[in-house]
Protein backbone atom coordinates (compact mmCIF):
# COMPACT_ATOMS: atom_id res chain seq x y z
CA UNK A 1 0.00 0.00 0.00
CA UNK A 2 2.51 2.88 -1.52
CA UNK A 3 2.60 4.76 -4.26
CA UNK A 4 -0.19 7.35 -2.72
CA UNK A 5 -2.74 5.49 -3.22
CA UNK A 6 -6.42 5.32 -1.57
CA UNK A 7 -7.65 1.88 0.62
CA UNK A 8 -10.95 1.73 1.27
CA UNK A 9 -12.10 -0.68 4.13
CA UNK A 10 -15.31 -1.40 5.49
CA UNK A 11 -15.07 -1.30 9.81
CA UNK A 12 -15.08 -5.26 10.30
CA UNK A 13 -12.24 -5.81 8.14
CA UNK A 14 -10.53 -2.67 9.56
CA UNK A 15 -10.55 -3.51 12.46
CA UNK A 16 -8.66 -6.99 11.73
CA UNK A 17 -6.45 -4.79 9.79
CA UNK A 18 -5.94 -1.85 11.73
CA UNK A 19 -1.36 -2.47 12.17
CA UNK A 20 -1.78 -2.66 7.88
CA UNK A 21 -3.98 0.58 7.72
CA UNK A 22 -1.82 2.53 10.15
CA UNK A 23 1.40 1.64 8.21
CA UNK A 24 -0.61 2.62 4.97
CA UNK A 25 -2.00 6.31 6.41
CA UNK A 26 1.50 6.74 7.35
CA UNK A 27 3.29 6.10 3.83
CA UNK A 28 1.50 8.78 2.66
CA UNK A 29 -1.83 6.32 1.42
CA UNK A 30 -5.48 7.71 1.83
CA UNK A 31 -7.02 4.93 4.14
CA UNK A 32 -11.25 5.38 4.54
CA UNK A 33 -13.00 3.33 6.87
CA UNK A 34 -16.24 2.61 5.33
CA UNK A 35 -19.66 1.88 7.86
CA UNK A 36 -21.81 -0.48 5.70
CA UNK A 37 -20.26 0.72 2.44
CA UNK A 38 -20.55 4.26 2.44
CA UNK A 39 -17.26 6.30 3.65
CA UNK A 40 -17.44 7.52 7.20
CA UNK A 41 -13.90 8.40 8.67
CA UNK A 42 -10.00 9.07 7.22
CA UNK A 43 -7.34 7.28 8.89
CA UNK A 44 -4.30 10.41 8.66
CA UNK A 45 -0.76 10.37 10.62
CA UNK A 46 -1.20 12.17 13.80
CA UNK A 47 1.06 15.53 13.71
CA UNK A 48 2.24 16.57 17.12
CA UNK A 49 1.39 21.00 17.33
CA UNK A 50 4.44 23.14 17.64
CA UNK A 51 4.96 24.70 21.33
CA UNK A 52 3.10 27.61 20.95
CA UNK A 53 4.02 30.82 22.61
CA UNK A 54 3.01 33.97 23.45
CA UNK A 55 2.66 36.85 21.54
CA UNK A 56 4.62 39.17 23.27
CA UNK A 57 7.50 37.13 23.83
CA UNK A 58 10.31 36.19 21.30
CA UNK A 59 10.50 32.74 23.19
CA UNK A 60 13.65 32.43 24.85
CA UNK A 61 12.45 34.20 28.11
CA UNK A 62 11.41 32.73 31.38
CA UNK A 63 7.83 33.43 31.97
CA UNK A 64 7.44 33.43 35.97
CA UNK A 65 4.90 31.09 37.45
CA UNK A 66 3.04 33.43 38.84
CA UNK A 67 1.94 35.23 35.63
CA UNK A 68 -0.90 32.13 35.20
CA UNK A 69 -1.84 32.95 38.58
CA UNK A 70 -5.79 33.99 39.36
CA UNK A 71 -6.20 38.02 38.98
CA UNK A 72 -6.98 39.38 41.93
CA UNK A 73 -10.71 40.05 43.24
CA UNK A 74 -10.20 43.95 42.22
CA UNK A 75 -8.71 43.69 39.01
CA UNK A 76 -10.75 40.77 37.90
CA UNK A 77 -13.63 43.09 38.29
CA UNK A 78 -12.51 46.00 36.26
CA UNK A 79 -12.04 42.95 33.50
CA UNK A 80 -15.63 41.83 34.15
CA UNK A 81 -16.84 45.38 34.13
CA UNK A 82 -16.11 45.77 30.46
Known sequence: MTDNMTVTMNMQAAKTNLSRLVQAALAGDDVIIAHRGV????????????????????????IPDSFFDDLPDEELLLWEAH
Open 39 to 62: PAVKLVPYECPSKRTLGFVSGDED
